[in-house]
């Protein structure tokens, strides 16, 4: 299961700039202003989750062979070699653990027991890299 929050250009104009009321348009400086001392991020990291795209790798899971639980499989789709955090979550044992990845175009890696994290049904991984939009996936039975 892959759930990626998407961002759309309009949607993020408006929260980034919301309406105030009574202020006239004809004096556009003091309207930024009161919009810039309003505004909970900066504008910078808003435009650039706006700019983002689906980050191009595939996850699958099989069960493993040695080890107790499963192992999880992420391709890189795209022609570039993408360095990814990946954190994964039990929230029954309430643990995580992050890994930094390194994908070469089209390759694989693999993450079960031998690398440190019995993959679990019902655990989440959260996939993270610069340019891209945040990955979750839930693994399944």
Not at 74 to 101: I, P, Q, W, Y
């Amino acid at each position: 299961m892959l759930s990626v929050n998407r961002c759309e250009r309009s949607l993020c104009f408006r929260r980034a700039f919301p309406p105030l009321p009574n202020t006239p348009l004809r004096e556009p400086f003091q309207l930024m202003r009161g919009i810039l001392r309003m505004m909970p991020i900066p504008i910078p990291l808003l435009l650039a989750a706006c700019d983002s795209k689906p980050l191009p790798v595939e996850l699958k899971q099989r069960r493993a062979l040695l080890a107790g639980g499963k192992v999880a499989i992420f391709k890189n789709t795209s022609n570039k070699t993408l360095s990814v955090v990946a954190v994964f979550e039990n929230a029954g044992f309430r643990s995580e653990h992050r890994f930094d990845l390194v994908l070469p175009p089209g390759e694989s890696t693999k993450i079960g027991g031998f690398e440190g994290w019995q993959v679990q049904s019902g655990e989440t991984v959260k996939l993270y890299s610069d340019g891209y939009e945040t990955a979750t996936y839930t693994f399944n039975e």
